[in-house]
């Protein structure tokens, strides 16, 4: 199985700050990586697929970067919408295994 | 509108049996491939089981390998995931998630149903 580790598992950030979450594979998965919003009590939401496609409706502060196996997801100019939990998801292989999630709080 | 929604959760008791339904509307459902995704309260997203769009592959997590079985009904646009042996460690929200076939990421995803393993 692939492993996935993603940091911070959580950092304080304000709105409008720059926000950078990173996550890196246990072995190389070209760019089938993905990225999902989580906020409390609902379902994921996805926002970055294949390492750097913006998902129809996200917003283009959300950006996504990497290849191989490490990536990261940026969040440029933070809004109050954007505290919540963001995991990586790799869709390389089978079991799809994702990140153990980064939560994003209002510092 | 597009959309999933789970139902069959509930509070069952170590050992017993459960089945969760999962409702698609608005889309071809028999061209996806579909997924269950679990999360324990609190905790991260934890892949389950995926099944092919006509239901002949299925893939499970080694932990539920055995145990659950996924299936689908295309003419009811429904998926299934029939959960047997449960034990405590299976407690959690359970999704169910559409994939995109190019790059096989999940675009869509229902709201989840909880299901409870305790005595």
């Known amino acids: 199985d692939i492993q996935m580790t993603q940091s911070p598992s959580s950092l304080s950030a304000s709105v409008g700050d720059r926000v950078t979450i990173t996550c890196r594979t246990s072995?190389?998965?070209?760019?089938?990586l993905n990225w999902y919003q989580q906020r409390p009590g609902k379902a994921p939401k996805l926002l970055i697929y294949?390492?750097?496609n913006l998902q129809s409706g996200v917003p283009s502060r959300f950006s996504g970067s990497g290849s191989g196996t490490d990536f990261s997801l940026t969040i440029t100019g933070l809004q109050p919408e954007d505290f919540a939990t963001y995991y990586c998801?790799?869709?390389?292989?089978?079991?799809?295994?994702f990140g153990q999630g980064t939560k994003v709080e209002i510092k | 509108e597009v959309q999933l929604v789970e139902s069959g959760g509930a509070l069952v008791q170590p050992g017993g049996s459960l089945r969760l339904s999962c409702a698609a509307s608005?889309?071809?459902?028999?061209?996806?491939?579909m997924h269950w995704v679990r999360q324990v309260p609190g905790k991260g997203l934890v892949w389950v089981s995926r099944?092919?769009?006509?239901?002949?592959?299925?893939n499970y997590a080694e932990s539920v390998k055995g145990r659950f079985t996924s299936s689908r009904d295309n003419t009811k646009n429904t998926l299934y995931l029939q959960m047997n042996s449960l034990r405590a460690e299976d407690t959690a929200v359970y999704y169910c998630?559409?994939?995109?076939?190019?790059?096989?990421?999940?675009?869509?995803w229902g709201r989840g149903t909880l299901v409870t393993v305790s005595s």
């Open positions: 998801q790799q869709s390389y292989s089978t079991p799809r295994t």
């Open positions: 099944i092919k769009s006509d239901g002949n592959i299925t």
């Open positions: 294949a390492a750097s």
């Open positions: 998630a559409r994939e995109e076939g190019g790059d096989r990421y999940f675009d869509l």
């Open positions: 072995q190389t998965i070209s760019s089938n």
């Open positions: 608005g889309f071809t459902f028999s061209t996806y491939w």
